[in-house]
């Protein structure tokens, strides 16, 4: 371990230096690849839903009506079928998300499996490209984070710098797919990294610019939403943007409940798992033919739903919720996709619903744009947990300040207001469901994740139960420990007693054997509990170790209150380093 | 069938083409026959390519005329009696054409490098060298306006158009949906990228006719020099129409007009090989000469179309015969085409007849009323 005096602020070996440059480099690297598949697959996508007839153009082009209701029906649902048989090539029967990268990133445990990033992204491009009601953003985070992790494993790096290339995957696959380095960078911070170090900084800059500069030069499609000149709105607006990124935390955690409800609701359903996506793709495809705004991605609907006039206040109350249905029903079915996207149009349905309200009650019609950007905000940043990158979206897209101090109003209502209510964001919520709790912090995250299997220790007195007092004392005085764990002649653990109780004994009773003496109240470990529920145990602790027993109470040795101490130690320490190194 | 005997490679090919006709045609090597469109833009074509190329290259040019379509060229290549080595094309018809298997395909190579040395495929607008055609000059349909019609104020973006309260008076527009659609919706702020995305939608379309109703007092117009009389007759204070024709008026009339370039939609004029033309390597060899940058320069001195080459754009001159600054007249010079809008061609190829009848079902019922 370094001594304390080595973090000073003293000139830093040549080779420190070179190796942080490497690590920049690297960086860039890992950008340029994430950048090259998402800018593949957001074309791929689109090509796939002009091809499958599922984009308006591809309808359009598309001379014959039969023929566009028949690929309504039935793209989706054949491509849940094929999204359910990918499925079950995966862990736990479902894609991996970005909430997978968080946690990797979190514990520290980096190694972001190939397979599973590979199958879950073909996954996402069958769904979208079938024209599921899921975002395309969740899938790229996911392939970005993934590709990062594998170039640092081919390079044979370790896990420090693994979780710094899964970050950079992240910034360049959100630099490429948004033409917006900055929210790329940030992103990579707020949602995956956690902490802000000049270490990470750099490489992830250098990933997020190279991905920038690929993409431009690469994805021929416009921005995803470009505004030219909007007014300026009154100063008693903001006050309505404010209220309008309260109301949209509630919109939001609507919108997260009803993924993680119908995600519960499909237990239940009489039907084998991978046939769910075909269900919901049928359903959606079904409700399509009624209300086509709310098949895919929906850009068109967003671009719509900032128009004034395009929608009534009826219908926009009427597709923001069957998105909001849509979405849940694709995602807690089991399609693969983000919830990003979704998110963008339910709330620029949202903030177009309140704008046209204002419009009816007197406002004027100019700063309609605000309210649909600012609706856009407030429901995105809590489902993302991401206050500050959905405003630099939209000032990387917009260009535009007033909007972005607009949406600003927002996102401080609403994001604190959702966190409070909800959870800090539906990654989040996902995780604490799957029993990791990110709401202490990434320390916390590293413990519940650290297993105690590397330190049990056999270096422990066992005696068996029929064992005399005072052998039992002799044995324990010549191993020089105070503790001795009773197990009996088919290796279950019965108990543990002290040298002292032992002493006490032999002077105040009539106690002959081990099975006699009242044992010390002690808890055990289960051997694949987390040194964070060790640390718990040790609170009610006084003495050397704690026993560690398997569920049939087998005895399979002990661990040392000093080697969790170390362990600890050694994973502050490391993550210290990680989130305060400067290179 | 000859053909047949250019799929193997297009060297090969191109070899074996040259021997048979020649001995059909004896003169077919000595002379160039170009389709063209006649009037003042072959005039200009004379001067500017033709006669320069004769003489670079001493083949004579047989220049004859169609008024666009593809009927001629799918019976000529039909009956293998093909008269024509080279075809002055719209792209949306070379796009049609390539895909029937009228055309010769054209090696990538052909074009040549900007004076620089920029590559053709860098100095080219996007979408100008296609498999079978090289786009060669750049039209634009747009929105004239009065000058004396609107005293103290002008119109700058397409969205004037539909702000009668800005700028009163009567429209002319043309009766058909190619721009009148993607106007109305760029005056919502639509972005021109995403125009053919929404117009493909239900309520994109709506949206746009209802931009259209929103209008008093339109002319309809279809014969393309309508807008420019009604502009001149002072009937319409703005009018849509093309931009060569609007320039006309200006020099040759001195008509009190001016165009508003936002918002311009552009379309492609294309060179291409027909299949079993006589002559494919002086073909190649004049569609090398003409669509250099300094041919297509030459060209915009006597005729307002955009080149189709970065490098040519930026050196427009002057009209030759009135000396007038050529640069604030074609479509694609930076500063007029800040604003355009790229017709999607191949949108239209397949969506002109549905959208065309909606445009008529939804206008028409009322607009006939103020029609003259």
């Known amino acids: 371990m370094d001594s304390p005096s080595t973090d000073s602020v003293s000139p830093r070996h040549p080779l420190a230096v070179l190796r942080f440059l490497g690590l920049v480099l690297l960086g860039s690297v890992v950008g340029g690849v994430a950048a090259l598949v998402a800018v593949g697959f957001v074309n791929a996508v689109v090509w796939l839903n002009d091809l499958l007839l599922i984009s308006p153009r591809g309808q359009m082009m598309a001379a014959d009506t039969t023929l566009v209701i028949l690929a309504t029906l039935l793209v989706p649902t054949l491509g849940g079928l094929l999204v359910g048989q990918l499925h079950r090539g995966l862990p736990g029967g479902r894609s991996h998300t970005p909430a997978d990268a968080i946690a990797a990133v979190q514990t520290r445990r980096g190694r972001l499996p190939a397979k599973a990033g590979a199958l879950s992204a073909l996954s996402g491009l069958v769904s979208l490209g079938a024209g599921a009601s899921v975002g395309q953003y969740g899938p790229l985070v996911h392939l970005g984070a993934t590709l990062g992790s594998l170039i640092t494993r081919l390079l044979r790096l370790g896990r420090s710098e693994d979780n710094i290339t899964i970050a950079c995957g992240v910034a360049a696959a959100i630099a490429a797919a948004f033409n917006a380095p900055l929210a790329g960078i940030v992103f990579a911070h707020e949602v995956v990294l956690r902490h802000y170090a000049l270490r990470a900084f750099a490489p992830v800059a250098a990933a997020a610019i190279v991905g920038y500069v690929l993409a431009t030069q690469l994805l021929a ?154 609706g856009m905000v407030a429901v995105t940043a809590p489902v993302l947990g991401a206050p500050l990158t959905t405003l630099l979206i939209v000032f990387e897209l917009t260009g535009s300040y007033a909007l972005t101090t607009a949406a600003l109003a927002s996102v401080t209502l609403a994001n604190p207001l959702a966190a409070q209510l909800f959870g800090r964001s539906l990654f989040d919520i996902q995780l604490a469901r799957r029993g990791l709790d990110l709401s202490a912090g990434r320390s916390r995250a590293v413990l519940q994740e650290a297993r105690l299997t590397e330190l049990i220790s056999h270096d422990a007195v066992t005696l068996a139960p029929a064992t005399p007092l005072k052998a039992a004392i002799s044995r324990l005085s010549q191993a020089g420990h105070g503790e001795a764990y009773l197990v009996d002649g088919r290796g279950r653990y019965q108990g543990c007693v002290t040298l002292a109780s032992l002493e006490t004994f032999r002077e105040g009773s009539e106690a002959t054997t081990l099975a006699d003496c009242p044992e010390t109240p002690r808890p055990v470990l289960d051997p694949h509990a987390s040194l964070w529920e060790a640390m718990q145990q040790l609170q009610k602790v006084t003495g050397e170790a704690i026993a560690v027993v398997d569920d049939e109470r087998r005895f399979l040795g002990v661990v040392y209150e000093s080697s969790i101490a170390r362990a600890f130690l050694h994973h502050s320490d490391a993550l210290r380093r990680e989130e305060h190194g400067a290179g | 069938m000859l053909a047949r005997r250019l799929i193997p490679g297009l060297l090969a090919g191109l070899l074996v083409l040259a021997t048979p006709i020649r001995a059909e045609e004896p003169d077919a090597a000595d002379s160039l026959t170009v389709l063209s469109w006649g009037g003042a833009y072959e005039h200009a074509q004379r001067r500017a390519l033709f006669t320069p190329f004769t003489e670079a290259h001493d083949v004579p040019v047989a220049v004859d005329s169609y008024n666009g379509g593809l009927m001629e060229l799918r019976q000529a290549v039909a009956e293998n009696d093909v008269p024509w080595d080279v075809l002055d094309m719209t792209r949306s018809e070379a796009m049609a054409a390539c895909e029937e298997g009228l055309l010769k395909p054209l090696p990538p190579e052909l074009t040549a490098s900007a004076p620089d040395g920029t590559p053709a495929s860098q100095d080219f607008l996007p979408g100008a060298l ?47 949906p190619a721009a009148n659609l993607e106007w109305a919706l760029l005056a919502y702020r639509v972005p021109r990228e995403e125009l053919y995305r929404l117009l493909s939608t239900r309520r994109g379309l709506d949206l746009a006719f209802a931009r259209l109703q929103s209008i008093d007092n339109i002319h309809w117009w279809e014969a393309g020099e309508t807008p420019v009389r009604l502009l001149e007759e002072g009937q319409v204070v703005m009018a849509s129409g093309y931009n060569g024709r609007f320039f006309a008026a200006m020099v040759e009339r001195d008509l ?64 030759r015969d009135s000396g007038l600054d050529m640069r604030l007249h074609i479509p694609t010079h930076p500063i007029n085409a800040q604003g355009a809008v790229t017709k999607d061609e191949t949108w239209y190829a397949r969506t002109q007849e549905r959208i065309e009848a909606l445009f008529r079902e939804t206008l028409f019922r009322e607009a006939l009323t103020t029609q003259e």
């Not at chain 1, 419009?359 to 950007?373: D, K, P």
């Not at chain 2, 929105?143 to 009163?168: M, N, S």
Request: charged share 15%.
């Open chain 1, 221 to 374: 499609q416009g921005t995803l939403f470009h505004i030219t000149e909007p007014g300026v709105p009154q100063p008693w607006e903001f006050a309505l943007f404010l209220a309008l990124g309260g109301l949209g935390a509630l919109v939001a955690g609507g919108y997260m409940h009803a993924i993680l409800a119908m995600g519960q609701l499909a237990k239940r359903l009489p039907l084998p798992t991978s046939l769910h996506p075909a269900l919901a793709g049928a359903l959606l495809g079904l409700t399509a033919l009624w209300v086509p705004d709310i098949l895919g991605m929906g850009q068109e609907t967003l671009r719509f739903a900032t128009l004034p006039g395009a929608y009534s206040g009826g219908e926009l109350l009427m597709v923001l919720l069957l998105k909001l249905a849509a979405t849940a029903l694709c995602l807690g079915l089991g399609f693969a996709g983000g919830v990003f996207s979704p998110a963008l149009v339910i709330g620029t349905l949202f903030g177009a619903l309140a704008g046209t309200l204002v419009a009816e009650l007197g406002g004027g019609q100019e700063t309609f744009i605000f309210y649909a950007v600012c």
């Open chain 2, 130 to 176: 296609g498999r079978c055609f090289i786009s060669h000059s750049i039209f634009a349909t747009v929105v004239a306006y009065r000058r004396d019609a609107f005293p103290g104020e002008r119109p700058t973006r397409i969205a004037d158009l539909f702000d009668q309260q800005r700028f009163p008076g009567p429209r002319a527009l043309q009766r058909t």
């Open chain 2, 256 to 319: 009190p007009i001016e165009i508003l370039w936002d918002g311009q939609l552009q379309e492609h004029e294309t060179w291409a090989i027909p299949r079993g033309a006589p002559n494919p390597e002086a073909a190649q060899t004049f569609i090398r000469f003409a669509t250099t940058s300094e041919r297509q320069v030459e060209l915009a001195r006597h005729i307002p179309y955009g080149p189709t080459r970065r490098s040519a754009a930026m050196q427009v001159t002057t009209h």
